[in-house]
């Protein structure tokens, strides 16, 4: 199994600050991934963080908006630029080791005011 | 492109009672997993059961097994002796298999159960 830990686990933030989520994995993993979650609705994709490499986003989400970083294979960050209350929500980091599990974080809750 | 579709935004059921949550997908691909999770009010997303298309015999562990239907392309999970603990969000998740695998899953709209005492 894999522990993941998320950086805040919260924050209240204004309009037109960045924010930057860390996600920590307690052992090696292949990939890593950045989901979005409105409260009681389904997880959306917003890119995949590859070791060594840039991130691959998903269609509707850019790089200047949601940067990210993957600088080791433990490791992740993910930037929320420019922010507008409509990027309220709540942010998970995954973790894959290539095998059956894909492991989560316990999610970072964002309020934009 | 593959779609995950939980036609079910809320079921209830009694403790100690059974409940079937539905879930249908749509893929070209004859080979990939299938996923149940458990979303708690926690927000921690726990894996339930798991399902490889390749595989005839449906899945079991301990109170949840699944109803795989690869022609029909459904996948149920049956939840028996329901518990309070079982409240939760539930996502059925997609993954594709081989060269397919980057790791992403597809997930439902999800399915809310209430358990009621």
């Known amino acids: 199994s894999a522990v993941i830990s998320q950086k805040p686990s919260r924050d209240i933030c204004q309009r037109g600050t960045s924010l930057t989520i860390q996600c920590q994995v307690d052992?090696?993993?292949?990939?890593m991934f950045w989901y979005r979650q409105q409260p009681g609705q389904s997880l959306t994709l917003i890119a995949t963080a590859n070791q060594g490499s840039e991130a691959t986003y998903e269609s509707g989400f850019v790089i200047d908006k949601f940067p990210i970083s993957r600088p080791n294979l433990t490791f992740s960050t993910l930037t929320v630029s420019n922010m507008s209350p409509e990027d309220s929500s709540i942010y998970l980091c995954?973790?894959?080791?290539?095998?059956?599990?894909?492991?989560f974080g316990p999610g970072t809750r964002l309020t934009v005011t | 492109a593959q779609t995950v579709t939980q036609s079910q935004p809320e079921m209830s059921v009694q403790e100690a009672e059974t409940v079937t949550l539905s879930c249908t997908y749509d893929t070209s691909e004859s080979d990939y997993y299938l996923f149940w999770y458990k979303q708690p009010p926690s927000r921690q997303m726990i894996l339930v059961i798991r399902?490889?298309?390749?595989?005839?015999q449906n899945a079991t562990e301990n109170r949840f097994s699944v109803n795989f239907q690869k022609a029909a392309k459904s996948f149920s999970l049956k939840i028996s002796d329901s518990q309070l603990g079982d409240a939760a969000m539930y996502f059925c998740?997609?993954?594709?298999?081989?060269?397919?695998?980057?790791?992403?899953?597809?997930f439902g709209q999800g399915t809310t159960l209430q358990v009621k005492p």
């Open positions: 995954s973790a894959w080791r290539g095998t059956f599990e894909q492991y």
């Open positions: 052992s090696q993993v292949t990939m």
């Open positions: 399902q490889e298309a390749y595989k005839q």
């Open positions: 998740a997609y993954r594709g298999h081989g060269s397919s695998n980057t790791g992403k899953l597809i």
